[in-house]
Every structure is written in C-alpha cells, then in structure tokens.
C-alpha cells in the first residue's frame, strides 16, 4: 500500500528523474509504466510531487529484466507477486529456446546465402531457375542433415567406431570450417578445397552422418538436455559448407 509523505522518510525517497537517472532508463518510460500500473509512486509529496523508494526501484529493475527477456508488460503485471526465482529462472528458459530456434534459421538463411554466391562464382551469368534449385537443393541437405542429427533417420547407416586421433581431427575440422565460414570464404576458394580434402579424408558426409547418429544416441541418453536447434544448426551449416566445397573440387578436377 502506498503511503502518505508523513510514513516515509524523506531522506529515502527520490524524484522521478532521480529514479531515472538511478536505474538508467528515461523519465518518460518510468511515466509509461506507471500508467499501465506496473509502477506507482511510494507516496506524494508537496505540490502533489511524486516520490519513489529502494522497493520502487527494486520493482523498475524487475520490469526492466523481464521486458528484455521477452515477457510483455501484461504479463510482467499479472505474474507480479509470484516467486521471483521461479519468475527469472522461467522467463530465462523461455528466452534461451526462442533464441536457440531463431539461431537455427539465421544459420539456415546463412547456408542458403553461401551456397548462391558459391554458385553465382562458377556461373557465367545469372539463371533464375539454377538458383531456385540450388536454393532446394540446400533445403533437401538441411532435412536430411536435421534427421541425422535429432537420430530420426539413419537407422540402417553403421555407426563407426572413432579412435581418439579421429575425434579430434573432427573436432579441429569442424572449428576451421566454422572460422572459414565466418571469414567469408566461398566454397570455390582454396582454403575451402583444403578443408574438403580433410573431410574427405575423414570419410565424408557418410561417416559424418553415422557419427552424427552416434551424438544423438549420446544427448538423449545423458544426464543434460542441451538446445539442440541452436547446436544443430551450426552442424549443418558446416556440413553444408564442407560437401559443396567438396563437389566444386570435384567438379573442377573432372574439367
């Protein structure tokens, strides 16, 4: 309940724009949520002056919090009250996977980008109907990936057994081909042949599938559940990337 000027010490009350400027937002936003009543002020002073308190600004935080993570003002209303460890710790979930999900159609746009400008870079001129089907071509890969990653298909594909040097020539080819890819480099380009002829090296798109089987044995059994949209889509995208590169090597060989 708010309180009259007489109930609170004046020396623990602040303004509105010592609210602001103590909490880091405008006076006009403190203004908005007042008016939507997610935060009244403690009591009034002379002149009708409103004046806010340390739960006050406790509250603003909360608001603050909350609104980055996703929730909208309705609900940062209607769950005021409520166990504010149970409040966060929901509101963090909810926000990782919404993140997680728009992570893996950025790095599946991002696949689809590279492999245009890869066949835009081998191409004489631009054909329209070649690039709606390299655009369907990416998509039919992503499916096929996305199944071998989640363990929805594959079920016939053995899965091999890796030494340890083999782990961790994966691991090291996987971080390069992430680091190409963030660099810019095209399918075409020499630093990514050099990547192809590791991964073929390694057995390819076939043994990495059957190891991508293996992975999600492992996840579902194991004692956490990680994302897996996000880290499944970095999978593919590399993958992706690696076999183009590998049948543009291909395909300049056979010239």
Known sequence: MKQDMGEQSSQDLMTVGELASRVGVTVRTIQYYDQRGLLHPTCKGEQNLRL?????????????????????????????????????????????????RESARILRDMNALQSLRAHLAMADHVDWSESASAVGSVRDREDMLWSAITGESLEGCPIPELSREEVI??????????????????????????LAIRFSSLGGMPHALAGLKRLANQRSSGPKQYGRDFYAGIQRRTLSFLQDALDCSRSDSRE
């Open 52 to 100: 806010y308190s340390s739960s006050d600004v406790d509250r603003l935080n909360r608001i603050i919090t909350l609104k980055y993570l996703g929730l909208s003002l309705s609900q940062i209303q209607e769950s005021e009250g409520s166990d504010p460890d149970g409040e966060l710790t929901s509101a963090l979930a909810e926000r990782e996977a919404e993140l997680e």
């Open 169 to 194: 020539c994966w691991h090291q080819l996987m971080g390069d081909t992430i680091e190409a890819m963030h660099d810019g480099v095209l399918a075409t380009d020499e630093r990514a042949r050099a």
